[in-house]
């Protein structure tokens, strides 16, 4: 089995344009997975550029597949698809849970873009390690020190570079390693041909003094490395160990830089992944006890313990359905059974693969830390896998939130109809916050999410992969509704003229329920209600549930009790006791003070100062509750919490009041109660919709 | 109970100034060693305001903003389990809409900065603070005259201020106001130290200048370690 410090899971995280997709080609290349390189730009070369997905299409292989294995010196690297947007929170979150270190790609030209800005936040919070690689050195107006200077002021990171450019735009010849204080040059047609050697005259006073400031810096990590460098004696290895520490840390931002397109820099690159992110043993990882309300443990990463592994993508590939999982703990085998944790079911794990780039690798066994694909198992990704028996450990929260958005789509002809339900239920599985159903009353196609943008995305990938050109309807916020106080009721259903007969009386009451959905109490003595039609009463009220009296929406944080009732020996029935349920509730409802609710959305706008006060115009507008701002030199971070019925369009919007300078990020937040006149609104709007 | 309730229950309300009338442009200091309590101050003072349907600017420099709206939504919850106050998430949402909050990262605070945020603000009519709270101002790293200039801000804003700053541990055992703000005093109305009571699990609100924070019994006020709230009983 595989030396688990060997192993690297790296993600790859990039502004758009920034080269990721050439730079991962590049290491691809160099890897020796794939072998020829392809260039993104077209023949034309007048900046016909293709997307990353059109690319892999054409060529058939998944450069960006979810991960993509290759080896460099030793070391075997795992490279994970970033996604960019923050809309889909639950795919951010698994994506940034299965790396253990980053590469942070920017443009030597447009430096730290906003959505940089986001995605570094995001591993931030998830305690990723990362590198930054300035790529596109070549092109005219490269400026390594400002994007520099960014890094720091920007994104608050501690980014020192550990490289110099020999020369840049049309004249970069190489690089001068700081750390062995070397000049390296990239030669053949390829760049694959590396030549070392001493550092030219006109740099060697840059390169002492960028040199100084690098130990400097990670000398803070080291007392060794400390002691040596004031006796002017550091090496190689206490310079790199002090910047793997530093870098594992989160308090040093080593900054190498390069460019893909012209092959320079890439194989250094790939040096500092092996020797400064981490291997899944230098970084903790927890899963949720299932057993103790979630609480955390942490992993062991031991091979030999009880397997924990996580699905966190599934693809459909030429192959059918690959799962791509990573295990924490334990070893995945094939012939094992394993378990599902969220369905409980086992499942034998049949071909175990590697992905490269264009193939794959049948193995017979994956230890802790590493990153493989399964064949023919059915789950949905995030689902955690164990060895079974009384294991039951999480690798992901069981609480997935409800969607606060939905959309209706209609496939435009009968072929668009059946492809638009295997895309649906490929999304579904895979992501668990996207959801669809059929509305009972219109027959339409709902689908539901997270956000315009997160529907969108699904919508344009049916076209896309799926070849399901769909009609789409105008986004509709879920509300909900709740009530605000106690109310009684005592409620008889009675039709006993002819036939069988129905009768049932119930009495209780419901009430606000402060956590959860909906709660059933039982507060019956003296059998006044028999026992076989209590649960009746139950499903009485539930079905009230899903279509409230205000407007129709879903009715949430209800506690219903019955106390008292009647029944007749004969009419008697469950329909009959249901009926008497529904009948209850809504005689209760209309007096508990039923209110709406409306889900309110995290939302934040970065954008120039100048334009601060119309940005925040448009929050007002919008009946958004504005937080706070956040200064970072001529960037402000304003932050809103904006009801998502009023967030509709708001791109195009910003957009225009400043000069497209802006750009906001939206999550959901929670539900909170609509102001009275909206409520009106609504309501009225429930009632024509009802004529 | 009632919102009234709660304003006037408040026992912050003897340490902002005798009357509302005397309470713009004032400035006042909390003081304390790390951990006693200090932003937890700031926000009660804050949130007093708030329920007089009053605007807040809430200055904080070096913690992020979720941070900071945590410590609102904490301070609020507190307050209002507290006397069981009625419609508490109502009049929760209708108090935030009147607060701003300004976070800077600590190199990048300057006077001239608040100043021209704060003008923007009110120009552009989206707050008219009557009550600034600055929490993370480091006291040793500026000036006399930034602080000139934040009384001179107060009074041509009609603005009520109130700085916390963290002193050495043991400071208070002797008179006047402790480093780093000596030499200072005479810019406050107020100046707050608190105070850990040996053997006892309370923390003393020891005025330092201005009127004696007295309560209604006639006793100091004191801290709760436990939530930061001011002490309504006294024992």
């Given amino acids: 089995m595989r030396d688990i410090t060997k192993v690297r899971n790296i993600g790859i995280s990039a502004h758009i344009d920034s080269g990721k997709t050439t730079l991962t080609e590049r290491i691809l290349f160099y890897t020796q997975r794939i072998h020829a390189i392809h260039e993104v730009r077209g023949k034309d070369g007048v900046g016909a550029k293709m997307d990353s997905m059109e690319l892999e299409r054409e060529r058939g292989i998944t450069i960006c597949s979810a991960a993509t294995y290759c080896d460099w010196k030793d070391h075997a690297i795992n490279i994970i698809d970033t996604p960019g947007h923050v809309d889909f929170t639950i795919e951010v979150e698994r994506a940034l849970?299965?790396?253990?270190?980053?590469?942070?790609?920017?443009?030597?030209?447009?430096?730290?873009?906003?959505?940089?800005?986001?995605?570094?936040?995001?591993?931030?919070?998830?305690?990723?390690?990362?590198?930054?690689?300035?790529?596109?050195?070549?092109?005219?107006?490269?400026?390594?020190?400002?994007?520099?200077?960014?890094?720091?002021?920007?994104?608050?990171?501690?980014?020192?570079?550990?490289?110099?450019?020999?020369?840049?735009?049309?004249?970069?010849?190489?690089?001068?390693?700081?750390?062995?204080?070397?000049?390296?040059?990239?030669?053949?047609?390829?760049?694959?041909?590396?030549?070392?050697?001493?550092?030219?005259?006109?740099?060697?006073?840059?390169?002492?003094?960028?040199?100084?400031?690098?130990?400097?810096?990670?000398?803070?990590?080291?007392?060794?490395?400390?002691?040596?460098?004031?006796?002017?004696?550091?090496?190689?290895?206490?310079?790199?160990?002090?910047?793997?520490?530093?870098?594992?840390?989160?308090?040093?931002?080593?900054?190498?830089?390069?460019?893909?397109?012209?092959?320079?820099?890439?194989?250094?690159?790939?040096?500092?992944?092996?020797?400064?992110?981490?291997?899944?043993?230098?970084?903790?990882?927890?899963?949720?006890?299932?057993?103790?309300?979630?609480?955390?443990?942490?992993?062991?990463?031991?091979?030999?313990?009880?397997?924990?592994?996580?699905?966190?993508?599934?693809?459909?590939?030429?192959?059918?359905?690959?799962?791509?999982?990573?295990?924490?703990?334990g070893?995945?085998?094939?012939?094992?059974?394993?378990?599902?944790?969220?369905?409980?079911?086992?499942?034998?794990?049949?071909?175990?693969?590697?992905?490269?780039?264009?193939?794959?690798?049948?193995?017979?066994?994956?230890?802790?830390?590493?990153?493989?694909?399964?064949f023919g198992i059915d789950c949905a990704s995030g689902d955690t896998f164990t060895s079974g028996g009384d294991y039951n450990f999480s690798m992901t929260s069981m609480h997935v939130p409800a969607p606060v958005i939905s959309l209706s789509i209609t496939p435009i002809d009968n072929k668009a109809q059946d492809n638009m339900s295997k895309a649906l239920n490929r999304f579904t599985k895979e992501d668990p916050t996207f959801k669809t159903y059929v509305d009972a009353e219109t027959m339409e196609t709902i689908i539901s999410g997270m956000g315009e943008l997160h529907l969108d995305v699904y919508v344009e990938r049916m076209k896309r992969e799926y070849k399901a050109e769909v009609t789409v309807g105008a986004p509709q916020v879920a509300y909900r509704e709740t009530i605000t106080q106690r109310a009684d009721f005592n409620y008889t259903h009675k039709k006993q003229t002819g036939g069988s007969g129905q009768f049932g009386r119930v009495a209780g009451f419901i009430e606000p329920l402060e956590e959860g959905e909906y709660e059933f109490v039982d507060q019956i003595v003296g059998g006044s209600v028999p026992r076989e039609y209590i649960p009746s009463c139950d499903k009485g009220f539930q079905k009230c549930l899903d279509k409230g009296a205000l407007v129709g929406a879903h009715v949430t944080g209800v506690r219903c009790a019955i106390n008292d009732g009647a029944s007749h020996a004969v009419d008697s029935s469950d329909i009959a006791f249901q009926l008497a349920a529904m009948g209850g509730f809504k005689e209760a409802y209309m007096k508990a003070k039923p209110v709406i609710m409306e889900p309110i959305m995290k939302v934040a706008v970065e954008g120039p100062t100048e334009f601060q006060g119309s940005i925040m115009g448009s929050l007002n507008q919008r009946r958004g509750m504005i937080i706070g701002t956040n200064e970072e030199d001529a960037y402000t971070v304003i932050e809103a919490e904006v009801p998502l019925s009023e967030m509709f369009g708001y791109s195009t919007d910003l957009r225009s009041l400043t000069q497209g300078k802006a750009e906001f990020t939206m999550e959901f937040a929670t539900y909170r109660q609509v102001p009275k006149s909206v409520a009106e609104e609504l309501i009225a709007k429930a009632l024509k919709n009802k004529k | 109970m009632q919102k009234q309730d709660l304003i006037e229950k408040n026992p912050i309300r003897n340490l902002k100034g005798e009357s509302d009338a005397k309470e713009s442009s004032r400035m006042g200091l909390v003081m304390a060693r790390a951990g006693l309590g200090k932003t937890a101050l700031l926000v009660q003072i804050a949130l007093d305001s708030l329920l007089n349907d009053k605007q807040v600017v809430h200055v904080s420099v070096g913690q992020s903003l979720d941070k900071t709206k945590l410590w609102y939504d904490d301070m609020f919850k507190d307050l209002a389990e507290g006397c069981k106050l009625n419609n508490a998430g109502e009049i929760h949402d209708s108090i935030m809409h009147n607060r701003m909050i300004i976070t800077f990262n600590?190199?990048?605070?300057?006077?001239?900065?608040?100043?021209?945020?704060?003008?923007?603000?009110?120009?552009?009519?989206?707050?008219?603070?009557?009550?600034?709270?600055?929490?993370?101002?480091?006291?040793?790293?500026?000036?006399?005259?930034?602080?000139?200039?934040?009384?001179?801000?107060?009074?041509?804003?009609?603005?009520?201020?109130?700085?916390?700053?963290v002193c050495d541990e043991g400071a208070g055992s002797q008179a006047g106001v402790p480093a780093p703000c000596n030499g200072m005093e005479d810019l406050f109305n107020t100046v707050v130290l608190l105070q850990p009571v040996p053997e006892s699990d309370c923390i003393d609100l020891k005025i330092i200048k201005g009127s004696a924070a007295v309560s209604k019994c006639g006793k100091l006020l004191k801290l709760d370690p436990r939530t930061f709230m001011i002490r309504a009983d006294c024992k």
């Avoid at chain 1, 085998?333 to 369905?343: A, F, L, Q």
Wanted: with cysteine.
């Fill in chain 1, 97 to 329: 849970r299965v790396l253990d270190g980053a590469v942070l790609i920017l443009c030597s030209v447009g430096g730290v873009q906003s959505q940089s800005i986001t995605v570094n936040r995001q591993m931030t919070r998830y305690r990723v390690p990362r590198v930054a690689f300035i790529n596109k050195c070549d092109r005219t107006g490269a400026n390594p020190d400002r994007v520099i200077k960014q890094l720091r002021e920007k994104l608050g990171l501690n980014a020192v570079p550990i490289q110099v450019p020999m020369g840049l735009e049309g004249e970069m010849q190489g690089l001068i390693d700081l750390v062995r204080m070397k000049a390296v040059y990239f030669d053949g047609e390829n760049g694959d041909k590396i030549r070392e050697e001493e550092i030219p005259a006109q740099y060697q006073e840059e390169c002492d003094i960028k040199r100084e400031e690098m130990l400097d810096a990670v000398s803070m990590f080291s007392d060794e490395l400390m002691e040596a460098v004031l006796e002017g004696t550091p090496t190689e290895e206490m310079i790199m160990a002090a910047i793997r520490k530093g870098t594992l840390a989160l308090e040093f931002t080593p900054v190498m830089m390069g460019t893909a397109y012209k092959n320079k820099g890439v194989q250094l690159l790939l040096d500092a992944v092996v020797s400064y992110l981490p291997c899944p043993t230098d970084v903790e990882n927890f899963a949720l006890d299932l057993d103790h309300e979630e609480a955390e443990v942490k992993v062991s990463n031991i091979s030999s313990d009880p397997l924990l592994a996580l699905a966190f993508k599934l693809e459909d590939g030429r192959y059918g359905q690959l799962t791509y999982v990573r295990t924490y703990q």
């Fill in chain 1, 331 to 374: 070893t995945l085998k094939k012939g094992d059974s394993i378990v599902n944790v969220r369905t409980g079911k086992k499942a034998k794990v049949g071909r175990l693969v590697r992905m490269h780039s264009d193939d794959m690798e049948e193995i017979d066994e994956a230890g802790a830390g590493d990153i493989v694909a399964l």
């Fill in chain 2, 106 to 165: 600590e190199s990048k605070f300057s006077l001239a900065k608040l100043e021209e945020r704060l003008h923007d603000l009110v120009q552009q009519n989206v707050i008219k603070p009557s009550c600034m709270v600055v929490d993370g101002f480091d006291f040793a790293q500026t000036g006399r005259a930034v602080l000139e200039g934040m009384r001179e801000l107060a009074k041509t804003m009609d603005l009520q201020i109130w700085f916390s700053a």
